[in-house]
């Protein structure tokens, strides 16, 4: 099917930090489309740019063509997509289902198989990049699924994305996901200690960002959220809370195919301390404050 402007409706689910920047940027792309969330408050701003909005899952379902969701844990996605209530037993036949919440491969692989025994096409297709990466329409997106089904979609990811691939089969956008997580997990520990051993040394700690961003050590972590760190912004570009949901998940994952992943123990169990302390809704760059 030609997703073309004229015969797509999209339907976007969760307007929250990074999901309000990702439906404005195909709203901008005048595709028609109707939102929902759990506080229409945070849609209103979309509502505002010419989106409709519908009061549940169920109701978007039967409007929409293309469905987005980027919601907040495991059960938000089974709540939105199961039941008598859910998309996938009120949505219409030949409907594309974009699931970009992080969440386990297992759930991507029953989404995939109840949409199929429904007639739709479902992608799972987590993001990475954070509300900077959303903001500027240059997301990573690891997607999983039909590849016929990823490259109907590819044209709509590519108006949210910059750096797209196609992993393998449905499930394989949330391993590859994992697998950006765990990365995350450790490399934000090193990030965090060179920021502290910066100042401790009575260095200028923006300077030492910018001589070591643009060598061995750059990551985008070190580019982008270091300098909040530095600056004392620890606002969400990602909440604390949903990272230690993925730590969780791949720790799961990686103990199911017998691996052991020190580094990001280490990473989940410091995340959890500063949740304790009353973090949950801070961005990750707030591990720095471990130090502090």
């Known amino acids: 099917m030609d997703l073309n402007k004229e015969n797509t409706t999209i339907g976007f689910i969760g307007t929250g930090v990074m999901g309000k920047s990702m439906a404005g940027h195909l709203l901008d792309a005048r ?25 549940s899952p169920r109701e978007m379902a039967q409007k929409a063509n293309v469905i987005f969701s980027i919601v907040g844990d495991q059960r938000d996605v089974e709540g939105i997509y199961f039941g008598s209530e859910g998309i996938i037993q009120n949505g219409n036949e030949d409907t594309y ?3 970009m919440t992080t ?45 016929a089904d990823f490259e109907a979609v ?20 949330q391993h590859t996901k994992m697998c950006n997580q765990i990365a995350i997990a450790s490399n934000m520990i090193g990030v965090s200690e060179a920021v502290v051993y910066a100042k401790k040394a009575g260095l200028d ?14 990551s985008w972590s070190l580019s982008n959220l270091a300098p909040r760190m530095v600056k ?4 969400p570009g990602f909440f604390i809370k949903h990272f ?49």
């Open 232 to 235: 004392g912004d620890f606002e």
């Open 31 to 55: 595709y028609r489309m109707v939102v929902y969330n759990r506080s229409k408050e945070k849609a209103q701003e979309l509502l505002n740019k010419g989106a409709q909005w519908a009061d």
């Open 103 to 147: 969440s386990t491969p297992s759930l991507a692989e029953r989404i995939f198989t109840e949409a199929k025994n429904k007639g739709m096409h479902s992608i799972d297709a987590p993001v990475s990049g954070g509300d900077i990466g959303a903001r500027e329409a240059r997301l990573a997106i690891m997607a999983g699924g039909a590849e």
């Open 244 to 292: 230690i949901k993925d730590m969780n998940i791949a720790l799961e994952e990686a103990e199911k195919m017998g691996m052991d992943a020190p580094g990001l123990s280490l990473a989940k169990s410091l995340y959890e301390q500063l949740a304790e302390a009353g973090e949950a809704y801070s961005g990750t760059q707030a591990l720095y404050k471990h130090w502090k």
């Open 154 to 173: 590819t044209p709509l990811l590519e108006i949210i994305g910059s750096n797209i691939v196609y992993q393998g089969p449905a499930g394989a956008g």
């Open 205 to 218: 700690p923006e300077k030492v960002l910018q001589t070591i961003s643009s060598g061995a050590a750059g």
């Open 97 to 99: 289902l974009i699931d």
